[in-house]
C-alpha cells in the first residue's frame, strides 16, 4: 500500500502524541507531584481553647491525601469569687459621768457651813424653799446646839446639831455622823419631816413642851 504525504503526516502526529504520553507518564513516576498546602485554622471556644492543624496534599492527577494532628486545651472558666462579708464593728456609746463635789462657800464646821447645807436639803430632798420654814428650823436647832456639830449633852447623851437621843440614831445618815455635820442634817431633817410634818410644826411643839 502505497503512502500519501497526508497519511504519513497523521502518521507522525499519532507517534508524536502517544511518545508524548509516555514521556508524561515517566515524569509522574520519577518527579513527586507538587504540594499544595492548606493552611491551619484555630477555633477558641468560651469554654477553653481548641487548637486543629491539618495539611492536605494535593497531587496532580487530582488525588487528596489529608494528614495532620489535633490536640485539644480545655481551660475552664473562672469561677467568680464571692466577696468576704464584712461585720461591722458594733458601736459602743459611752457616757462619762463626772462626779462634781457640791463645795459650800463657808468653811467647814462653821455656823454658816451647816446653815448653807440645812438650806440647801431642805429645797432637794423636801422641795421646801420657804424662808419661813427655814427660820422655824434655824430657831429649833440654835435652841438644841446652837448649830455645833460636836454638842454633847453629858446628862441625856444627846448628839450633834440635831441633838438625836442617842446620837447612834443618825447611823441610818452615815457612820460619819459624830464628825460631819451634814450628815446630822440629813437626819435631822428626815426626823422632823417624819415627826412634825415641817420644821415650824417641830418649833411649835418645843415650844408648848420645850423639847421636840
Not at 469561677?79 to 457640791?102: D, F, G, L, N, Q
Not at 454658816?112 to 434655824?138: D, E, G, P
Not at 447612834?168 to 422632823?192: C, E, F, H
Request: glycine share 8%; aromatic share 8%.
Amino acid at each position: 500500500m502505497t503512502s500519501t504525504p497526508s497519511t504519513t503526516a497523521l502518521r507522525r502526529r499519532i507517534v508524536v502524541i502517544a511518545a508524548g504520553t509516555v514521556a508524561v507518564g515517566a515524569l509522574s513516576a520519577v518527579a513527586p507531584a507538587p504540594v499544595i498546602e492548606a493552611a491551619s485554622a484555630a477555633t477558641t471556644t468560651s469554654t477553653g481553647i481548641a487548637t486543629t492543624t491539618a495539611t492536605s496534599t494535593v497531587t496532580a492527577a487530582g488525588q487528596v491525601a489529608a494528614s495532620g494532628t489535633a490536640s485539644a486545651l480545655v481551660v475552664s472558666a473562672p469561677v467568680a469569687a464571692s466577696a468576704p462579708t464584712v461585720r461591722k464593728a458594733p458601736v459602743v456609746t459611752r457616757v462619762t459621768t463626772t462626779a462634781v463635789a457640791t463645795v459650800a462657800p463657808y468653811r467647814f464646821g462653821t455656823v454658816n457651813y451647816a446653815k448653807w447645807w440645812a438650806k440647801r436639803l431642805l429645797a432637794i430632798r423636801y422641795h421646801v424653799t420657804s424662808t419661813t420654814q427655814f427660820a422655824c428650823l434655824v430657831t429649833v436647832w440654835n435652841r438644841e446646839s446652837h448649830w455645833n456639830y460636836k454638842a454633847h449633852n453629858t446628862s441625856s447623851g444627846a448628839y450633834g446639831i440635831p441633838q438625836a437621843l442617842p446620837g447612834s440614831k443618825m447611823r441610818t445618815a452615815g457612820t460619819d455622823w459624830r464628825s460631819n455635820p451634814v450628815t446630822q442634817i440629813k437626819w435631822g431633817l428626815g426626823y422632823i419631816k417624819n415627826r412634825y410634818g415641817s420644821a415650824c410644826g417641830a418649833l411649835r411643839h418645843m415650844n408648848s413642851h420645850g423639847w421636840y
